[in-house]
């Protein structure tokens, strides 16, 4: 299956910190010998892009940077040394784009950890472009069955929390409070979590957010947490036994979410910190994580065997990534309603638009 190469392509591409993203045509890279070239059909979108564009974190970005990280498309080149992916291929580009294979982190399969990994769309450029290049020993195999559109979230969202939730240890039947459950994250980890056996209560604010979360989502409760006038009590009523959830999962993009959990969780339980809020401090009460005796930890992204059991999960029909459509010539408004908090679910760039 022969594919035509074009010189040019269109991609998103941020010049400088802050912003803005210029829609503007770029050349198209060759894959080193390890490498594969994927042509992107959709890319979702991540509040991680714009903590890129606006220099948020501690770790530097390269300048300019394409952004982008979970995209979604079909194999046109590969290096010499490629032998295990051929062209015409279904493959994601995510978050992880390489990794050395060799350090003590790569051997253990926590890849993610490697001292030399390279981010697509931070320190490498990403998929808000129609050609994209990956390292092949990182790119997601999806089955041609798969619809491209439909799985560019998971190949971040998905991963991260499926990941998150398998870190927490919870075990089916017990209970876990997704904070953030209407957002991007959110969203599929209340599917993950159900897909595992568990009971699902979402916190999060809004009507909109509620309706989905109780209803195409399937928790089991949902807590607003601009309403209620103590998320503690809620939280742990909504429980079984009163006592709170097994496993608290922070999904949201601000910090205080990240100082109420250890309030709520049950004895013994585990809170994981999976949202990236800029400049925010995790908080904990001495006292009650103590004699609670409860676990606080942080889980990143997926490994490579998360990433096919997380696309496992998706392939059969368990998990619906709820998404809107939108040209990639239009990221620029994507980020906007995101800046304000006014996306439910996913948006999903398509990069012919």
Known sequence: MSHSIPEKQWAQVIEKTGGPVDYKQIPVQKPGPDEVLV?????????????AVNGDWPLPTKLPLVGGHEGAGVVVAKGDLVNDIEIGDHAGVKWLNGSCLACDFCQQAD?????????????????????????????????????????APVLCAGITVYKGLKESGARPGQTVAIVGAGGGLGSLACQYAKAMGLRVI?????????????????????????????????????????????????????????????????????????????G????????ESV???ITIKGSYVGNR?????ALDFFRQGVINAPFKVVGMSELQKVYDLMHEGKIAGRYVVDTSK
Request: proline share 5%.
């Open 39 to 51: 042509n992107i059909k959709f890319s979702g979108v991540c509040h991680t892009d714009l903590h």
């Open 305 to 309: 065997k998360d990433t096919s059991e």
């Open 111 to 151: 890849e993610p950890l490697c001292p030399k990994a390279l981010l697509s769309g931070y320190t490498v450029d990403g998929t808000f472009q129609q050609y994209c290049i990956a390292k092949a020993a990182h790119v997601a195999r999806l089955h041609k069955d798969i619809p491209l559109d439909r799985v």
């Open 280 to 287: 925010a401090y995790l908080r904990a009460p001495v006292f």
């Open 202 to 278: 979402g916190i999060d604010t809004g009507d909109e957010k509620k309706e989905m979360v109780t209803g195409q989502l399937g928790a089991k409760a949902f807590v607003d947490f601009a309403k209620t006038e103590n998320l503690v009590k809620d939280v742990q009523a909504a429980t079984e036994d009163g006592l709170g959830p097994h496993a608290v999962i922070l999904v949201a993009v601000n910090e205080k979410p990240f100082q109420q959990a250890a309030e709520y969780v049950r004895p013994r339980g585990t809170v994981v910190a999976i949202g990236l809020p800029a």
């Open 291 to 293: 004699i609670k005796m």
